[in-house]
């Protein structure tokens, strides 16, 4: 396909050597020849950096000396595509993705197509073999307080095919105009060290005039799905807290009283599925994130 939108992908590391080299490997087969690359990786232990400068040389890579998380990271790989490349698309990658060949041009021709789209999801399976969807994007309800990837854990039999409108997208693979993400001011650092980053951004986004939107023929791999894994405290202490700074910051005032009600029932049901399924030490690191978000501004 010919396109005349240049493309910057970032993509961030952080102890996935094996899984970024992959990415970085299905960004470069892909059917766009406007892209340019930079990756941030998060002061990986296992050898990530030296691996990545080693197998792509010509691929700009940020070191960072310390983990600066997920919004910063993603910022800091946007400010150096700012300076040195001249995109009007961004993408943003995590280590463990990859692209499907056409995946680019999809998502170009979108934006060449629709002016109100500012922000594209993509069809994301756990693996190339199973179909198993990861996400087709995320639906937000603010009534109930529900957030969740569309999709997730189903087999992919045609019932997502259709492109369409969608609340939200997962940050593992987004993409956004360039325009756009600037005036945004990039994601939103108070979510650090991650967690609902990319919810947000979406939904800033959405108030500025632009839709997230669902594109089915641009398809990639999250191997990184939580499906299947053991939940971890710092994760969910991370997630559940900025989970309430997101709700502090876009609900309305009649959203926050149903979520008075909706957030606590919620709680419990996650409570008791730690307990049933052994997690129970998780459960301190969960009151610690709640109580930290209601608290947080």
Known sequence: MTNNKKIA??????N??????????????????????????????????????????????????QNVGVAKG???????????FDSEILIFLD???????????????????????????????VDWN??????????????????????????DEGHHDTPCYRDACGGFAIAI?????????????????????????????????YRTFYMPTAVVVHKGTKMGRDPKPAYERNKIKNYLLLLKRHTNIVQKLCCCIGVPLKGLYIIGEMVLTGHARVITAQCRGFFEGLRTR
């Open 74 to 84: 993603r910022n800091m790989g946007w400010r150096y595509a700012k300076e040195n």
């Open 9 to 14: 992908v970032v993509t961030l590391n952080y």
């Open 16 to 65: 996935k050597k094996d899984d970024c080299l992959s990415c970085l490997r299905s960004i470069y087969a892909s059917d766009c020849s406007n892209i340019s690359v930079v990756v941030v990786d998060n002061n990986s232990s296992d050898g990530s950096a030296d691996a990545i400068a080693s197998t792509y040389p010509n691929t700009p890579l940020i070191r960072n000396k």
């Open 177 to 209: 105009r360039r325009d756009l993400f600037e005036s945004a001011g990039g994601f939103d650092e108070s979510y650090s060290p991650y967690g609902w980053e990319d919810a947000d951004l979406c939904l800033r986004a959405r108030d500025m005039g």
């Open 130 to 155: 199973t179909k198993i969807f990861c996400s087709v994007g995320l639906s937000v309800n603010f009534y109930t307080g529900l957030i969740y990837d569309i999709g997730r854990g189903q087999k």
């Open 95 to 125: 280590d463990d993705v990859e692209v499907a060949p056409e995946y680019f041009s999809n998502v170009v021709r979108v934006f060449q197509d629709r002016s109100d789209i500012g922000i594209i999801t993509a069809k994301a399976y």
